[in-house]
């Protein structure tokens, strides 16, 4: 039965925020898999059937904003988290290909509200 709750990848450099998110989303009914840099996303999204991707911008090689736009395939659902939520962080986020924008730090359940949208499930 576990396999067909959605996979979400939090990808996340912050040891405490990953895990933090990740249990959170376990808790609440979604598989979570962590990744701490862009390279490690990026193979994670390659090897895993990703349902959603929660990543923070400011990564420690490179842009979580970057690696959205430089999908060629994206998950169903992607948020980008920030401790920025200004107009044009947001407006960044959203051209690259990312679904939604939010602001550090997140509110778990608007969160888990947000992916339910975004993937077509009752919450």
Do not use: Y
Request: charged content about 25%; proline content about 3%.
């Amino acid at each position: 039965m576990t396999d067909q709750l959605p996979q979400v990848l939090v990808l996340d450099d912050d040891d405490d925020t990953a895990a933090l998110l990740s249990m959170a989303l376990r808790r609440r009914g979604f598989r979570a898999l962590v990744a701490r840099t862009c390279e490690e996303g990026r193979s994670q999204l390659a090897e895993s059937a990703v349902d959603a991707l929660v990543t923070d911008v400011s990564l420690p090689d490179g842009s979580g904003v970057a690696l959205v736009a430089s999908l060629a395939h994206r998950p169903r659902a992607v948020i980008v988290v920030s401790g920025f939520g200004g107009d044009d962080d947001r407006e960044k986020s959203l051209k690259a290909g990312a679904h939604a924008h939010m602001v550090k730090p997140i509110d778990v359940a608007r969160l888990v509200a947000t992916l339910n949208e975004l993937l077509g499930r009752s919450g």
